[in-house]
């Protein structure tokens, strides 16, 4: 919606003294992203912490392509230091060119094909298992086992290490809580670190797994003399400082491996439930695949199962929001934002627009197929962000993405037990919130 002039942002409910509105949101924050979204498309929320949230396409836009010098990483960025250090995905204004430029090497499309050969070989061991589940008929949670296929093509091409199997997947969903906990809801503010609470142990742990994982990397490239191709090898080459490295790979490492295994589960999810999808993707991969892998070089020959990928990237937008801090006073489709205004850009919320996804709810791969997307807004789809700090992982995750789901699609159905819906737990990306328990069926 555009509108003509300039006007004040919306406020949402003021809510109580201090706390603001802290309640209801944090009871669901999703639904009430939903219901600020009805009230407007720029909707100023008290948690205490003050933000604007953001479903413009418009506006959002502006923030990451159009003005963005304007926007800094800002105040809720903050939260991410602890877990993340000073890497690619906190820095700001120009520190971030230098990383970002060390290791684009590792996610040419040359590279992210040579990758996806990984995801062939990953998910391969993931059809040895479920053919024991389909054997057993028993209700098994999957969900472990896709978030796998990612941490074994990410730990290849980051680290050089195939991380499936490993504690890899625990450290990164703790991390996942950890960093939004301490951004959204400052919980350590209220909980000194030195206090041994269950939360601060996990938050320990994960820490010192991940530096462990990387200084062993770090050291034996250095030992080697040689210190490698993947993205770890192109920082140690760029003449960083050892924790500049080691602040990148610990980004990387927790940026890649939660965010590509959930969409997966959640692709896996939707087609469980729509059959008609799934029988969509089921006659591609079997006319286009004739029973063979896919050839990485040639996923752009499975559009359907790409468009189930985006329509679960849709729905369960992995990041569902993510924030900036306006530096100078600016206009954001129509309203005026102040200096120093945080603005969230809910992903969420825009992925459910009713102005731009009819029957938002709905799960349609077809939205994305047939130039259906030629009039849509490019901003109304951006779960990789967008401009010029959008997703350097984009094609990797895709890549991952539609082999895997086409691999699976060639042999297995999932079947959910009962017809309640999964209901989405939410950190700093959405994941299922009990897992993806379905049992696992041999195709006919
Ligand atoms: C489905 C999977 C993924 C999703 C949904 C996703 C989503 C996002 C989003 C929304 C941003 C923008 C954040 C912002 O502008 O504030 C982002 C940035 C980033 N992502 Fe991803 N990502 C995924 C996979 C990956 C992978 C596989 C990697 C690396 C192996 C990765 C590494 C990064 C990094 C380093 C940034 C910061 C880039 C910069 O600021 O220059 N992501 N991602």
Redesign the pocket.
């Known amino acids: 919606m555009n509108r003509e002039g300039t006007c004040p942002v919306a406020h949402g409910p003021r809510g109580l003294p201090v706390i603001g509105d802290a309640i209801p949101y944090f009871k669901d924050p999703l639904a009430y992203t939903l219901r600020m979204q009805e009230r407007d498309s720029l909707v100023t929320v008290r948690l205490p912490i003050t933000f604007v949230q953001v479903t413009e396409p418009d506006a959002i836009e502006r923030v ?1 392509r159009v003005n963005p010098d304007n926007y800094r ?1 800002g105040t809720l ?1 903050q939260g991410f230091f602890g877990m993340m250090g000073s ?3 906190t ?1 700001d204004t120009d520190g ?1 060119r230098g ?2 430029r060390a ?1 684009q090497p ?2 040419t499309p040359q590279r992210v094909n040579g990758n996806a050969r990984e995801a062939v070989a990953a998910t391969r061991a993931v059809l040895r298992r479920w053919s024991e589940h389909a054997a057993s008929g028993a209700v098994v949670d999957v969900a472990p086992e896709l978030m796998d296929v ?1 941490a074994r ?2 730990g290849l ?2 680290v050089g290490r195939d991380l499936s199997g490993t504690d890899y997947s625990r450290a990164a969903a703790i991390a996942n809580k950890v960093i939004y906990t301490s951004t959204i809801k400052g919980v350590p503010a209220l909980v000194p670190s030195f206090v041994p609470t269950r939360y601060h142990r996990a938050r320990k742990w994960s820490t010192r797994w991940l530096d462990g994982l990387i200084r062993q990397v770090i050291e034996e490239r250095r030992a080697a003399g040689e210190p490698g191709s993947d ?1 770890a090898g192109l920082l140690l080459a760029a003449g960083l400082t050892d924790t500049e490295v080691s602040d ?1 790979l610990r ?3 927790l ?3 939660d ?2 295994g ?2 997966l589960a959640w692709t896996m999810y939707e087609l469980a439930r729509h059959p008609q999808a799934r029988r969509a993707v089921e006659r591609e991969v079997d006319e286009v695949l004739a029973g063979g892998p896919p050839d990485p070089e040639r996923l752009g020959e499975l559009p359907q199962t790409t468009a189930a990928v985006n329509e679960a ?1 849709r729905l369960h ?3 569902w929001q ?3 801090d306006a530096v100078e006073p600016d206009t954001l489709a129509g309203r005026h934002v102040p200096a120093g205004t945080t603005v969230l ?1 809910s ?1 969420y919320g825009t992925h459910r627009s009713p102005e731009h996804w009819p029957d938002p709810e709905a799960y349609d791969p077809q939205r994305f197929l047939n130039g259906a997307q030629d009039g849509r807004h490019k901003h109304a789809f ?13 094609g ?3 890549a ?2 539609v082999t895997a789901v086409a691999m699976l699609s060639q042999r297995y159905r999932l079947r959910l037990p009962g017809t309640r819906q999964v209901r989405s737990g939410h950190y700093i ?1 959405l994941f299922p919130s009990s897992g993806l328990p379905a049992v696992v069926q041999e195709r006919a």
Do not use: D, E, H
């Open positions: 990451l990483r960025y890497g690619l995905l820095l971030w990383p970002r290791v590792a996610f990612s093509v990410m091409a980051l993205a990148n980004t990387l490492l940026a890649g491996s965010t590509t959930q969409a990237l937008p992995p990041v993510f924030p900036r850009l992903v951006l779960p990789f962000g967008g401009g010029r700090r959008m997703c350097i992982g984009k990797l995750a895709m991952t993405l990306t």
